[in-house]
């Protein structure tokens, strides 16, 4: 603070604090959100009720609706077998939002219709009230009534074990757009289609910011000419697209209306694209990979096949009922008699010599192999059966 000294008084300079100035509509510390824009109401009919108060009197009855989400478990695949279980029953479905609406509420609220959308999560409540005045104070009658079933469900504080969150309810801006296409599963972006002029990026974000935090707006491209025009809203949680997909279809922002629908996302599969993006590396790896599987799967096989060959694991001739039956059989066939070895071996001269030789040479470390030859009928498979015979396997 400055001072001054005239004649001996002193003269102080006044002073002024700036105080930090706040909207009504911000409180200080918090960021501002878009104002929320108005319900959607339609009216039924006009009520006149002579015994009615006289803020009631010449009241009209009007229909709105509310989207309560966290309801049930949001199908994240196809395959999401979590949804089915709450579908099997739809009057159980329905129950269970009716348990969380208020039992009472102002302005002759009733429920007229409850709307499962399992796929998303939640479930569209339409209800009725009766209010006089303006349509700027209907929708703000109406606006409070959901804030109050708001105010409920926060005051319950009931969590499911799909989500840590309790149940919160929402305006229904638009007409919502009930269906059960298979392949439009939620996910995070939202197409929005203009039937009208286009939105600039400031209007969307007014307009779906309430849902939840939004990661990106994409808009058209000017140089895009194909109508309807489009831009797309990515929300960085996928509760944030179910609201926006229940509440927000049907607006009508100006002049322009809004068709909403869910975008299919595709994950890109990072060591994929490596691959793609590396051909020089990943072609020979691919080759290697592939003789190496090819080895480990054969090579077994082989094995396997050749050690049957040997061992006759699976030769029925084997077992000694059938090899008896089988002798027997080659025999009367053949029509020979059942005499020894010895004395079939009598007919070739020196053909024991031989045998002798063959067996002496297979009882020795096998170096090499053995070619028997000779003339056609000299007795050569039957050298090489006598000589063998004492052997577990052979070929």
Avoid at 301 to 315: A, C, L, M
Wanted: a positive charge.
């Amino acid at each position: 603070m400055l001072s001054f000294r005239t004649g001996g008084r002193a003269l102080r300079r006044p002073t002024w604090k700036l105080q930090p100035q706040h909207s009504a509509l911000q409180p200080p510390g918090k960021l501002l959100r878009p104002a929320a824009r108005f319900i959607h109401v339609d009216r039924l009919e006009h009520e006149a009720d002579s015994g009615a108060e006289a803020s009631e009197v010449d009241a009209d009855k009007y229909r709105a609706g509310l989207f309560i989400d966290k309801v049930f478990p949001l199908k994240m695949a196809a395959f999401d077998f979590r949804p089915y279980i709450w579908s099997r029953n739809t009057e159980a479905m329905k129950k269970k939002v009716a348990d969380l609406l208020p039992k009472e509420l102002p302005h002759h609220f009733a429920v007229c219709e409850i709307e499962p959308h399992k796929r998303d999560g939640g479930s569209i409540v339409y209800f009725t009230f009766s209010a006089p005045g303006s349509q700027d104070k209907v929708k703000q009658i109406a606006e409070g009534l959901v804030s109050a079933v708001n105010t409920e469900l926060a005051a319950r504080d009931k969590r499911s074990w799909y989500d840590l969150e309790p149940a919160r309810s929402l305006p229904v801006r638009g007409v919502p757009f009930s269906e059960d296409i298979v392949r439009m599963l939620p996910s995070k972006k939202i197409k929005v289609e203009f039937v009208g002029p286009d939105l600039t990026v400031e209007q969307l974000y007014r307009e779906f910011r309430e849902f939840g935090l939004i990661l990106d707006i994409e808009t058209q491209p000017t140089s895009n000419k194909d109508t309807p025009r489009w831009a797309i809203v990515h929300y960085s949680q996928l509760r944030g697209a179910t609201r926006a997909r229940n509440c927000a279809h049907g607006d009508v922002v100006g002049s322009t209306r809004l068709l909403l629908s869910y975008v299919r996302e595709t994950h890109t599969n990072v060591v994929i694209q490596w691959f793609k993006d590396h051909t020089k590396f990943t072609i020979p790896l691919a080759a290697a990979a592939l003789i190496a599987a090819i080895y480990a799967i054969f090579d077994p096989i082989r094995e396997f096949f050749v050690e049957n060959k040997i061992t006759h694991r699976f030769d029925l001739s084997q077992i000694p009922i059938l090899g008896n039956m089988r002798k027997a059989a080659m025999r009367s066939l053949l029509r020979r008699d059942s005499s020894s070895s010895s004395e079939e071996m009598s007919a070739w001269t020196g053909l024991f010599d031989q045998k002798d030789r063959l067996v002496s040479i297979l009882n020795e470390p096998p170096e090499s192999f053995v070619v028997v030859t000779g003339p056609h009928g000299s007795g050569k498979t039957k050298l090489v059966e006598l000589a063998t015979q004492e052997k577990k396997y052979r070929i």
